[in-house]
């Protein structure tokens, strides 16, 4: 991962979206068997099983303690993959694209439609997503989740204890 990495919370009302923005210096086929094979999606962001086609439901387990299911929105290999989880008031939509920059790849994820309190600790969480995203394309080990989102609650605006 770049020092490039961009996190913003948008506010839409009382609802908002975390958009996050980096480079990793991986082929963009390294990147979405990253996001899409469930071997690896293990080993940095979520246990997940179920089907990856269009309209299938995946079933994940989230380093960040998160569990649930989510719908198949959109999947255009390698480039697009959107995830809907709840639904109603309670939906979110989880989107990754990927494009080719030079020898890398830049990742632009957003997920949408939080209550507008709590997309500060998405945005950190999504923050040790994309670096554990990033030691997963180095085939390195991650570290716990947990402390390193606590390390970085605060940059995000919230005060701990």
């Known amino acids: 991962m770049s020092d490039a990495l961009q996190v913003s919370v948008i506010p839409e009302g009382d609802r908002g979206t975390v958009h996050l923005e980096d480079r990793f210096d991986t082929d963009i086929a390294d990147v979405w068997s990253a996001i899409t094979d469930p071997e690896r999606t293990a080993r940095w962001i979520a246990v997940v099983t179920g089907d990856f086609r269009v309209g299938g439901e995946l079933r994940g387990s989230f380093t960040s303690s998160w569990e649930g299911t989510m719908r198949v929105e959109v999947c255009e290999a ?7 989880s709840g639904s109603g008031d ?4 989880m989107e990754a694209v990927l494009t080719e920059d030079g020898d890398g790849t830049r990742v632009v994820i957003e997920e949408r439609g939080l209550p507008i309190a709590d997309a500060p600790y998405h945005a950190a969480g999504w923050h040790v997503h994309l670096e554990d995203l990033d030691t997963e394309l180095a085939r390195g080990t991650r570290e716990p989740w947990e402390p390193r989102w606590r390390e970085l609650l605060p940059a995000y605006g919230i005060v701990t204890a």
């Not at 309670?90 to 939509?93: L, R």
């Open 78 to 84: 390698p480039h697009r993959l959107r995830l809907l």
């Open 90 to 93: 309670e939906q979110t939509v």
